[in-house]
C-alpha cells in the first residue's frame, strides 16, 4: 500500500491556520469594498482558475552539466500521477497533467486514464517529442526532424506526432503541442526558406489527422538545442505557420522562449487579436530559457501577461480560451514544492489582474493620462491576495498553507522509501 496525504491531515493542518486566515480575509475584504471590489466574487475567480502540471516537472531536471536526483523521485508514469495528485491535492488549483510521450508510453490509455481519475486528476494537451532518438528509433533526429532535410526522417517525426494524437485521444485530451529543435548551427548548414517550408508540409499532414475537436499548439522558441537558426525562432513564425494551417492552428507561449527584455504581453495582445493564442508554459528566467519557478524573479512580468488575459476574457474577445500549462525545471528543489509554488504564483496573477479597474483604466488611457494608468495597474499588483488565495484552497478542501503541510505530512521520505533509485528516468527532463 503506498503512502498518501489523507483528508484529516488536511483538516488537522487547517484547522490551526483557520482563525488567522479568517481575520486576513475579513481585513482584506474590507480594503477590497472600499475599493468596489467584492472580496467573494474574487474568491470564486481564484476558485475557478486551474493551470496543468507536466508529468516530466515531478521529476528532478538538470542542465547540460549534470543532474543531482533528490530523493523518492517517480520512476514511471505512475509515480508522477501520485505526485501530481498530491499537488492538486493541496493547491486544488492543477487538476490536469499534461503528459509527454514516448515518455509516458504504456500499454494501456484507457487503463492510465482511469488511474489518473482515480488521483483525481484528468489529461491536458499531449506533448510529442522529436528531439531525441529514442532507443529503438530507426532514424536519427540529429539534423532535424519534421524539417530534416531527408524526407524518411520527416515521415517518421510525422508518424510520431500522429501517434502521440492518437494516444492523447484515448487519454480524453483535446491538444497537440508541437514543439521541435530544428535549426542549425552554422551558418550555410541549413536553407532557411526550405526548413521553414518542410515544417509547414510535415504540420499538413499532421493538422489533417485531428479530430473534429482537437487543436495544435505550435511552440516557438528563440535558440537551443540549434544555435545559429531556429525553424520556429519567434512569434513571427510561429503566425504564419498558424496562418497557413488554419483555424486549429494556435501559437503557444513559453514565458522563457523570448529574447531578454521582450514584451511578452504584446505579443500575447497580438495573438488575442489575431485569435491564435493557444496558452502558456510558464516559467520564470533572468538569461534565457532557465525554466525557474514561475514569479520567482519576475512577478511582475507574469502579472502583466494576465492583464492581457483577464482584459481578454472580460470583454469576451472571439475565440478566447487560451490553456494553461507549467514548464519548468527543478534543479535544487523538491519538484512538488516547486510546482505548488508556482501553481500558487500563476493563480495569484491572475487574481491581482482581477483587481484591476478596467472601467477607471480605460476613462486614463482614454485621457492620455499615463500617471493614472500606470497607478491603477500597480494598485492591483501590490496588493496581497494571499488571504483570498489560501481561501480558494481551504473551501476547495486544499491546505491553507500547501507547503508547509506537505513538508509536515512526511510524503518524500515515505516515497523514498517505496521508490528504490532506478537508472534512466524520463523525469525532469525538459
Ligand atoms: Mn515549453
Keep these: ?51 496543468a502540471v507536466p508529468t516530466w516537472g515531478v521529476g528532478t531536471g538538470g542542465t547540460r552539466f549534470a543532474r543531482f536526483p533528490g530523493p523518492g523521485e517517480p520512476r514511471h508514469i505512475h509515480d508522477k500521477l501520485e505526485d501530481c495528485g498530491v499537488i492538486n491535492q493541496l493547491t486544488r488549483i492543477t487538476p490536469n497533467v499534461s503528459p509527454h510521450f514516448p515518455w509516458d508510453k504504456v500499454n494501456d490509455y484507457n ?10 486528476l484528468g489529461f491536458d494537451a499531449v506533448n510529442s517529442n522529436t528531439f531525441q532518438d529514442q532507443k529503438s ?12 532535410a531527408d524526407s524518411g526522417t520527416r515521415t517518421q517525426a510525422v508518424e510520431h506526432n500522429l501517434e502521440c494524437i492518437e494516444i492523447g485521444r484515448q487519454l480524453g485530451s483535446t491538444a497537440l503541442t508541437v514543439w521541435i529543435a530544428d535549426g542549425s548551427n552554422f551558418p550555410g548548414q541549413s536553407n532557411l526558406g526550405a526548413a521553414f ?26 535558440y537551443e538545442p540549434a544555435f545559429y537558426s531556429t525553424v520556429i525562432s519567434d512569434w513571427g513564425s510561429s503566425f504564419m505557420a498558424a496562418l497557413e494551417l488554419g483555424p486549429k492552428a494556435r501559437c503557444l507561449v513559453d514565458l522563457g522562449h523570448h529574447a531578454p527584455n521582450t514584451n ?18 510558464f516559467n520564470d528566467s533572468k538569461y534565457g530559457d532557465d525554466d525557474l519557478d514561475s514569479g520567482s524573479i519576475d ?17 469576451q474577445a472571439h475565440g478566447f480560451a487560451p490553456a494553461y500549462m507549467i514548464d519548468q525545471s527543478h534543479n535544487v528543489t523538491d519538484p512538488i514544492e516547486s510546482l505548488m509554488s508556482s501553481a500558487v504564483e500563476i493563480q495569484r496573477a491572475f487574481v491581482q489582474a482581477s483587481l484591476i479597474d478596467r472601467e477607471a483604466l480605460t476613462a486614463a488611457q482614454e485621457s492620455s493620462d499615463a500617471m493614472l494608468g500606470h497607478r491603477l495597474v500597480k494598485q492591483a499588483f501590490v496588493t496581497d491576495v494571499s488571504p483570498i488565495l489560501a481561501e480558494a484552497r481551504r473551501r476547495k478542501g486544499g491546505a491553507i498553507d500547501p507547503i508547509g503541510l506537505y513538508r509536515e505530512s512526511g510524503y518524500r521520505a515515505q516515497k523514498s522509501r517505496e521508490r528504490p533509485a532506478v537508472e534512466g528516468t524520463s523525469a525532469g527532463i525538459v
Excluded at 487503463?111 to 483525481?120: G, K, V
Excluded at 517550408?197 to 528563440?222: C, G, M, Q
Excluded at 511578452?264 to 508554459?281: M, N, P, S
Design 1 to 51: 500500500m503506498s503512502f498518501a496525504i489523507t483528508e484529516d491531515v488536511i483538516e488537522s493542518g487547517n484547522a490551526r491556520l483557520e482563525q488567522a486566515l479568517a481575520e486576513d480575509f475579513d481585513a482584506l475584504g474590507r480594503q477590497l469594498s472600499r475599493r468596489g471590489i467584492s472580496i467573494e466574487a474574487m474568491t470564486a475567480r481564484a476558485m475557478a482558475f486551474s493551470v
Design 111 to 120: 487503463a492510465l486514464r482511469q488511474e489518473a481519475a482515480s488521483h483525481a
Design 137 to 148: 528509433q530507426r532514424l536519427s533526429y540529429k539534423f532535424g526532424s519534421l524539417t530534416h
Design 197 to 222: 517550408d518542410r515544417y509547414i508540409n510535415s504540420l499538413k499532414t499532421i493538422y489533417a489527422a485531428l479530430p473534429k475537436d482537437w487543436s495544435v499548439f505550435l511552440e516557438h522558441k528563440l
Design 264 to 281: 511578452i504581453e504584446q505579443i500575447v495582445a497580438r495573438l488575442i487579436r489575431a485569435d491564435k493564442l493557444a496558452g502558456f508554459h
Design 299 to 315: 512577478p511582475f512580468r507574469l502579472f502583466l501577461v494576465f492583464n492581457e488575459l483577464v482584459d481578454a476574457g472580460l470583454r
